[in-house]
């Protein structure tokens, strides 16, 4: 029979300072920080480290969650990759323990956080348990079995009984023993791990019955009622003896508070969390070696400096569960998150123009979010419930912006959702292509001149005849009336009268313009809004247009001798109906240019783009892939030259896009762009009506329109559609198309970058339209900075792209003049012009100061800066 007495004083027989003893309770309840005590007999330190057990238990950790993670439905896709990667980094630390390297502790990653599940499993063992039960002494499933067995078998004979039990009492003091351990009780955790060592060394000989054990009379006492040496009254002086002849080694890393143990988010907790994070990177920055794991602390540390902006405004949107835990602590819960009113303000310093930074912010997001609110309140009223159901999605998602700029957290302005009335200004220049997403609204009529069309202006260049010139502006008159008919007829059908009413007015302007054209007569071309159909009749609800219009500057290869030996080719793919088996369609091989044609190619896909995954696909901004292959000579394959994705979400407002795409190789731009036009039958949400601008011809006799018409002034137009006045960095012709300004038109006249200026309602005088290279170069320059912006819409885009366009035309222009044959008479011209212009300039800067238009006299004296400037120079070089 075992004897009770010998049990409770383990002590006596067994010797604590016992290095076997000592590297079994590190193994078993290791903690960074009570390090393995040193031998008497032993002259040198050892150095601690983590374990294989511990590694491998850290192992099974994951796979258990990465299993639980896949078993969800739907996974999380990003928590499932980090968990493997950390669970890779775990295999690689423990080869690295196999072979006998030191890890510390502080390089092991944390436990898994918990995974909530909605399937209720069998209930989870206690993570000390599981680790107790790895132990060698015998696996956790016989150890089931056993208890099993000795609840439900009721034949099973009491020595099984015996068995059972004292098993189930050694599990008592190893527990025992990892609570002492976490107390700071080192020396009774020690006597607990002896006193359990003493039941597994019993156990094979009261299961063979060699020794007689009997449940009640020989049963070690519980752990609470195990009497150690430590409680002992001459205990103190022992420990303090042991003490002075084995001094504690230095723990690695710094002490945990009670207050991390807990999962409840805090202020307190977290900033004593960021403070073990920072005491760590202190250490490691020390060290040279160290410079990976410093990298390592200083994320962490940035990812607790947002939690704590987080928990200071009650950010309840922030993913706690993010923040890596300290050794042994566990995760943050973001279901226990208590708000930190108890912070005083004072402690939140920042600076007043970081807070009037934040202010703006926040009042840009509340703006948009109202904006939307009531674009979904009109659109439920007007009984679009889809339309209604995606602004409230909207503005709902900007309320985790808000309260994550009032945290002091930087957000993605990129996310921000887009102002369902955005129209962009049409006098930024640009073609008559759709603009995607603009709802029809404001005159016709801009009063922005612009450029004539290139086939009205090489006929009229070409004609000498006056007779025939007149012929060409009736034709054009003619034309534009009948188109202003046939958008009239149409809008009436589907109901547009008021719009109707518009068009059947501008075509009573081109016919009353049409009987008093002369060959002399003084004209302009202005920006025309024509309203369109937001709908393409042509194309059935099943098909999908795609039409591949042209490359821009495509890089030459190095197997490619030059730029009139590449021949390039384009494949079209639609990821639908799955990205593995996607639609495709490729153009004809467009030879000898870096600047390819391939509009002649027009490739429909099978898609209903009314389908649910469809949809999915276009808000979830994904969409065609276009790649560019070169031919690299005969006998040999083509090989890809680059790689365009267009997204396609302006569906979901125009039926007619026009999207321009760099050419990409993964993520690294290999330069050129690829443009290509995509149509369906109806746009999904956007209006029914869009503005098509076209250059529009007009006279400059307002008296010769019927009374029956109302004129209105084109700058009255400007005015009214734009709801304020346009900021002069927004217009192409610089100083002409301001209000109290002549209106002008660029024109060809005996090869001179020159134009005749029809005046406006007051003026009627005859006058150059002139320009300064300087300015020029400034506009440029202006244009240039915001194609570089990475968040302008397309749309603005495309306008920017043409006003660039024209800009660099009218510098080459001048330049040719200031450069060819007739210089010197040439220049003597152009300072003429200039001082001209600068008078004028000025004249409108004083006109301005008058108004008390602020803005405009900025600009207004910036441009008579550089103007002067170059007057300057021009005339010391016309002097020399």
Same mark, same amino acid.
């Given at each position: ?105 502080? =390089?092991?990653?944390? #436990? /898994? &956080? *918990? ?7 069998? @209930? $989870?063992?206690? %993570? !000390? ?86 449940? =009640?009379?020989?049963? #070690? /006492? &519980? *752990? ?7 409680? @002992? $009254?001459?205990? %103190? !002086? ?91 602590? /566990? &995760? ?8 930190? @009113? ?539």
């Amino acid at each position: 029979m075992i004897s009770t007495i010998s049990f409770l004083k383990p002590s006596e027989e067994v010797d604590e300072d016992d290095p076997k003893l000592l590297a079994e309770l590190e193994a078993f309840v290791s903690d960074d920080g009570h390090k393995r005590a040193e031998s008497d007999s032993t002259a040198h330190e050892e150095p601690s480290g983590v374990s294989s057990a511990e590694v491998q238990e850290r192992i099974s950790a994951y796979k258990s969650s990465i299993q639980i993670l896949k078993s969800t439905q739907p996974s999380n896709t990003s928590h499932l990759r980090r968990l493997e990667r950390t669970l890779q980094l775990l295999d690689s630390l423990a080869s690295q323990v196999a072979k006998g390297q030191i890890i510390q502790f502080d =390089e092991l990653p944390p #436990p /898994p &956080p *918990p995974i909530p599940h909605s399937v209720t499993l069998r @209930e $989870p063992q206690n %993570p !000390a348990t599981t680790a107790i039960l790895d132990e060698p002494t015998q696996p956790a499933a016989d150890k089931k079995v056993d208890d099993e067995t000795a609840v439900t078998d009721p034949s099973a004979s009491p020595l099984t009984h015996a068995v059972t039990a004292l098993k189930s009492r050694c599990q008592e003091y190893k527990l025992a023993a990892i609570k002492a351990r976490d107390s700071g009780q080192i020396p009774r955790a020690k006597e607990l791990l002896n006193a359990a060592k003493f039941i597994e060394e019993m156990l094979p000989k009261v299961a063979s019955g060699e020794e007689q054990f009997d449940p =009640e009379t020989d049963m #070690p /006492p &519980p *752990p609470d009622q195990f009497i150690t040496s430590v409680d @002992e $009254p001459e205990a %103190p !002086a022992a420990d303090e003896s042991m003490t002075s002849r084995n001094p504690p080694r230095v723990a690695s890393s710094p002490p945990i508070p009670q207050v991390m143990m807990s999962p409840v988010v805090t202020i307190e907790n977290v900033r004593l969390r960021a403070d073990y994070y920072k005491a760590l990177l202190v250490e490691a920055r020390k060290d040279p070696a160290e410079s990976a794991k410093a990298r390592r602390l200083a994320r962490i540390l940035t990812l607790y400096e947002n939690g704590i902006k987080a928990v200071e405004h009650g950010v309840t949107a922030f993913n706690y569960n993010e923040l890596p835990p300290p050794p042994n602590c /566990p &995760p943050l819960s973001t279901l226990a998150v208590k708000h930190a @009113e108890a912070v005083p303000k004072s402690t939140i310093s920042a600076s007043s123009s970081d807070a009037d930074k934040k202010q703006r912010m926040v009042t840009l997001l509340k703006a948009r979010q109202t904006e939307l609110k009531t674009a979904a309140l009109k659109a439920k009223e007007t009984g679009n419930m889809d339309l209604a159901r995606t602004h409230l999605r909207a503005a709902h998602s900007i309320v985790p912006m808000i309260q994550s700029i009032e945290a002091g957290i930087p957000i993605d302005l990129s996310q921000l959702p887009k102002s369902p009335s955005a129209t962009g200004s049409p006098g930024i220049g640009g073609s008559s292509d759709h603009l995607a997403g603009l709802a029809y609204k404001g005159p016709v009529l801009t009063g922005i001149t612009c450029d004539p069309p290139r086939t009205f202006e090489l006929t009229l260049s070409t004609t000498v005849d006056k007779h025939l010139r007149q012929q060409v502006l009736s034709d054009q008159f003619r034309e534009q009336a009948r188109e202003a008919e046939k958008l009239a007829a149409r809008l009436t059908q589907v109901g547009f009268g008021e719009l109707a009413g518009k068009m059947t007015e501008l075509a009573q302007i081109s016919y009353a313009s049409l009987k008093a054209v002369r060959s002399d007569a003084p004209y302009y071309f202005e920006w025309a809004n024509l309203p369109q159909l937001n709908v393409n009749h042509d194309l059935a609800d099943r098909k999908l247009e795609v039409c591949v219009l042209r490359g821009f500057v495509y890089p030459i290869p190095p197997d490619v001798a030059g730029a009139d030996k590449l021949d390039t080719q384009v494949e079209v793919q639609l990821p639908i109906p799955s990205s593995d088996n996607p639609q495709k369609h490729s153009t004809e091989w467009v030879k000898r240019t870096r600047d390819p044609d391939y509009s002649n190619t027009v490739s429909l896909f099978d898609v209903d783009t009314k389908s649910r995954s469809f949809q999915f696909l276009v808000k979830n901004n994904r969409g065609l892939r276009a790649s560019v292959f070169y031919s690299r000579g005969l006998f040999k394959s083509a090989r890809l030259l680059g790689t365009a994705n267009f997204p396609l979400k302006d569906l979901l407002q125009s039926a007619t896009i026009s999207p321009i795409a760099d050419l990409m190789e993964g993520r690294k731009a290999v330069g050129g762009r690829l443009q290509i036009r995509v149509r369906q039958r109806s746009s999904g949400s956007g209006p029914q009506v869009i503005a098509c601008r076209k250059p529009w011809l007009c006279l400059s006799f307002p008296k010769s329109v019927p009374p029956s018409v109302k004129h209105v002034s084109p700058k009255t137009m400007d005015h009214e559609m734009s709801g304020s006045r346009p900021s002069p960095d927004m217009r192409v012709s610089a100083d002409s198309h301001r209000e109290h300004s002549p209106r002008t038109v660029a024109v060809s006249v005996d090869n001179r970058n020159e134009s005749v200026s029809s005046g406006d309602s007051r003026h009627h005088q005859s006058s150059y339209k002139l320009y300064s290279l300087a300015v020029l170069k400034s506009d440029k320059t202006h244009t240039e900075q915001h194609l570089r912006d990475p968040q302008l819409a397309q749309v603005d885009r495309d306008k920017y792209e043409h006003r660039l366009r024209v800009i660099n035309e009218l510098i080459e222009g001048l330049q040719h003049r200031l450069l060819g044959p007739d210089a010197s008479t040439n220049l003597k011209a152009y300072v003429n012009e200039l001082n001209a212009l600068a008078d004028e300039t000025d004249r409108k800067y004083r006109d301005a100061k008058c108004r008390g238009a602020e803005s405009d006299m900025v600009e207004y004296k910036r441009r008579l800066e550089l103007i002067l400037g170059e007057l300057d120079y021009y005339q010391k070089r016309s002097r020399a």
